[in-house]
């Protein structure tokens, strides 16, 4: 099972880095994709699109994506590599949120995203995001019990979810999206 994490963060001391980093090393046979390896200074009708993570994006089996939040929106770099890489070779993907944010309701980012991402490639949402903060980190290290909890329940679920979605999408392809 291939589940690929990307993460949309540009800053250099990303706590998006951070979950991800430790969620790939507990999420076994998962692949990283960090945006700051991809160009993102491009709109998106002009970006040449990085083939190689394309086409990762596409065989994944799972995905989860990292964003910041911004003004209780998905950062500017999520919005770029989801126009860029998500297509109907998504569809149907189940796909995991985890979120960075600095204040204690900005984690609900997460619904309208969702929405997003069910709208437009009727992918399957993880119900359980992840959400962390500056705060619960010292250096590369979790020091908040809460969120390492909540990280050990993602990298062990999230998996299983893939799993399961995966046994219904033949059904789902096979009778044209819908069961």
Do not use: C
């Not at 979950?19 to 960090?34: E, M, W, Y």
């Not at 939040?69 to 796909?95: A, E, G, R, T």
Request: no cysteine; aromatic share 12%; proline share 3%.
């Amino acid at each position: 099972m291939k589940i690929v994490l990307l993460s949309s963060s540009l800053a250099p001391n990303s706590v998006s880095r951070k979950v991800l980093t430790i969620l790939s090393s507990k999420i076994k046979g998962s692949s990283l994709i960090d945006a700051k390896d991809v160009s993102l200074l491009e709109p998106y009708w002009r970006h040449q699109k990085n083939e190689k993570i394309y086409n990762i994006l596409k065989a994944a089996d799972g995905i989860v994506i990292w964003g910041g939040v911004y003004n209780y929106s998905m950062n500017d770099s999520l919005k770029v590599l989801i126009d860029n890489y998500f297509d109907q070779n998504m569809f149907h993907k189940p796909i995991g949120i985890v979120l960075a944010w600095g204040s204690t309701r900005s984690f609900l980012v997460w619904q309208s995203l969702s929405q997003i991402l069910m709208n437009e490639w009727h992918m399957f949402v993880w119900p359980h995001p992840l959400y962390a903060m500056k705060t619960q980190f010292e250096q590369q290290r979790i020091i908040d019990e809460d969120l390492k909890s909540r990280v050990d329940y993602f990298a062990g679920n999230f998996p299983i979810f893939v799993k399961t979605i995966q046994s219904l999408r033949f059904e789902i392809d096979q009778h044209g999206g819908r069961i």
